[in-house]
Nanobody, 125 residues
């Protein structure tokens, strides 16, 4: 079985930083696509970042230059470093292993890949 657990969410003021962690068991993080989605209160899941098996990462335009993904192979963990946070970054952040490669309705996307339960990030102005 594959399990995905996110951690590191919280509340921060605009301009601050948070680092989310995604611990995966049952599947090496460097053997699959690792995706971060966020759901900001509606039904849409925005793709934040996509890291392919070779380690290359693509970011959404909204976070490009502010968010950075890294991998810890030994700990089988993926990190999302979020800097210069803005109120519009407020959302539940989900880590997905072997997940969808684009955004869409969260309900539809959840049928693909292995999802964590999510972690709340709140950015106040």
């Amino acid at each position: 079985a594959v399990y995905v657990v996110e951690s590191g969410g919280g509340s921060v003021q605009a301009g601050g930083s948070l680092r989310l962690a995604c611990k995966v068991s049952g599947l090496p993080v460097d053997a699959t696509d690792m995706v971060w989605f966020r759901q900001g209160g509606g039904n849409e899941c925005e793709l934040v970042s996509l890291t392919t098996r070779d380690g290359s990462t693509r970011y959404s335009d909204s976070v490009q230059g502010r968010f950075t993904v890294s991998r810890d192979r030994a700990g089988n963990t993926v990190f999302l470093q979020m800097d210069s946070l803005k109120p519009e970054d407020t959302a539940v952040y989900y880590c997905v292993a072997d997940g969808p490669l684009s955004g869409g309705t969260c309900f539809g996307l959840r049928g693909y890949g292995y999802w964590g339960r999510g972690t709340q990030v709140t950015v106040s102005s």
